[in-house]
């Protein structure tokens, strides 16, 4: 007797605890279906809102408690960051996004990480990135033509300070100060030859 209730207590136990996870992970479906449509409209202080409306229900946290934190939550997060501008925490929430088993996702949030990175000039690391990109996606043209960006914008920095352009430039400023005179300078309206 003791047993068959033991049985049923753990049933209900697990049923209850199915039942609140099934609806955490609606609402989080619910809430990343909506995103879509505020972010096309242009709504962005709305969807985040809503974002963190939804880290905040207690069933959410809970949830992330047992599990790790939901990548795919976390890379809306940074697009919405990115969108409106806010590169830092853009940049950290899609850092966390990296951290997924899912190859696209992952792979999408270190695109758009390394689009970050690129916007501050720092072509090396952007590079190494777009590098990792293809690594799990070698189809992806975009990632390709940024990594050859990023290459020819870091060959680029680096001759924009080397001791060859300086003194290039050192010879052109010195050509400058030389006086030409005002021979070959062009002087009234051009005779028409027969």
């Known amino acids: 007797m ?34 879509d449509g505020k972010i096309k409209m242009g709504k962005y202080k709305e969807a985040l809102a809503s974002i963190q409306e939804l880290q905040s229900c207690a069933v959410i946290r ?12 976390a890379y809306n997060t940074g697009v919405l960051y990115t969108l409106m501008e806010n590169k830092k925490k853009a940049s950290a929430e899609y850092r966390k996004a990296m951290e997924t088993s899912d190859p696209t996702l992952k792979a999408s949030a270190i695109y758009n990480n390394a689009n970050i990175i ?17 690594k799990i996606n070698p189809t992806d043209f ?20 080397s001791p060859e352009q300086q003194e290039r430039e050192d010879r052109i400023e010195a ?9 070959y300078k062009y002087s009234g309206e051009q005779k028409i030859r027969w």
């Open 175 to 183: 050509l400058k100060l030389i006086p030409w005179g005002t021979k």
């Open 2 to 35: 003791f047993g068959k209730n033991l049985i049923k207590l753990f049933v209900l136990i697990l049923a209850c605890f199915l039942i609140v996870y099934g609806f955490g992970y609606y609402k989080k479906c619910h809430t990343i279906a909506m995103l």
């Open 118 to 134: 690129a916007t501050d000039m720092d072509f090396s690391t952007a590079a190494m990135q777009y590098a990792e990109v293809l």
């Open 62 to 73: 809970t949830i992330e408690k047992l599990e790790k934190e939901d990548a795919l939550i």
């Open 142 to 161: 975009q990632a390709k033509k940024n990594l050859e960006r990023m290459r020819v914008g870091e060959q680029q920095f680096n001759t924009m300070f």
